[in-house]
């Protein structure tokens, strides 16, 4: 019997085989339009005479557009492609903006000093981008009074004004009243009124010199 094939394989990327990025062999389709690594058209070729171009000038053959018909792909460095892709990547998440819910709770018997503090908080919290969860938890009796906690919630959502819009109305979940507010659309600051151009001085008319008989 005849012993395993001994056959050359390149190993497989994890980044491409995450990202299923097909690079040279791995390219399987019929044609494909083919960029080379200075932006130059070559046509369309089959894979085989495209990876042979690559590798003359010892760069790679990367599919960038799978779903084109053909695919495209570009002759360039796949080492230096995945980083300038991670890179943009990176930038792209860093421009993107995390919500978090934060959670400012209330009781039926809060105080007046305790109400306040807790709707600084949740003003905070809007003004800095969170979105807010006011919840009020009912104790026993207290649940034949609902309308109590209905008439916090209620206020928290007027003393907040314009620093708030409310995303979820007050409802009951089992004991738990609660309500959802997001952030308010900030206004874009108003640009200053030129200030209107002095007026120009006038010369006094000078009164014409009368001839002398």
Known sequence: MAGP????????????????????????AREVRVIDDSGEQLGILPPFEALKIARERGLDLVEVSPNAVPPVCRIQDYGKFLYEKDKSDRAARKKQKIII????????????????????????????????????RFKGRQMAHRELGYAIINRLIQDIGDAGVVEFMPRMEGTTLHAILAPGKKEAPKKPAPAPAPAKAVAPAVPAQTAQS
């Open 101 to 136: 819910i934060k959670e400012v709770k209330f009781s039926v018997t809060v105080d007046e000093h305790d109400y306040q503090t807790k709707k600084n908080q949740a003003v905070r919290f809007l003004t800095e981008g969170d979105k807010v969860k006011a919840s009020l």
């Open 5 to 28: 094939r001994n056959e050359w394989r390149k190993p497989i990327d994890k980044r491409s085989a995450k990202q299923f990025i097909r690079i040279n062999e791995r390219i399987r």
